[in-house]
């Protein structure tokens, strides 16, 4: 789990921003990520590169796959900021949206599903 410290408008893309989040202590980022419905203070369940994300948002075939940094309009994602349905925890929505924890949460924690608001 992580808690979103900063969130900027990407310097080259108006439908991205760039977000910067604190995990146990530690600050991480940039995250490019297409999601406005959350913000600064903000718990979230962020993917580092390595982790197995169980449904691509992106494939037709909504295969699984094994997260790795990339580049998103000239700038290098550190992870990825995760909704539901990536996670297998809920269907595909027309606009998929970040899931937001409970605030009490503790940054680095392991997420389980009771941690949703």
């Known amino acids: 789990m992580a808690k979103v410290v900063e969130a ?6 108006d439908r991205l921003r760039l977000i910067k989040l604190e995990v146990g202590g530690s600050v991480t980022g940039p995250v490019v990520c297409g999601a406005f419905n959350f913000g600064v203070g903000d718990m979230v369940v962020l993917a580092l590169p390595g982790a197995n994300i169980a ?16 580049t998103i309009r000239g700038i290098e994602s550190q992870g990825m900021i995760c909704a539901a349905f990536e996670l297998g925890l809920g269907p595909l929505s027309e606009k998929p949206e970040i899931m937001l924890l409970k605030s009490h949460i503790k940054s680095g924690s392991q997420f389980y599903p009771e941690m949703v608001r």
Do not use: S, T
């Open 8 to 13: 900027a408008k990407h310097p080259n893309a």
């Open 55 to 70: 449904q691509n948002v992106h494939d037709k075939a909504h295969k699984p796959f094994v997260l790795q940094k990339a």
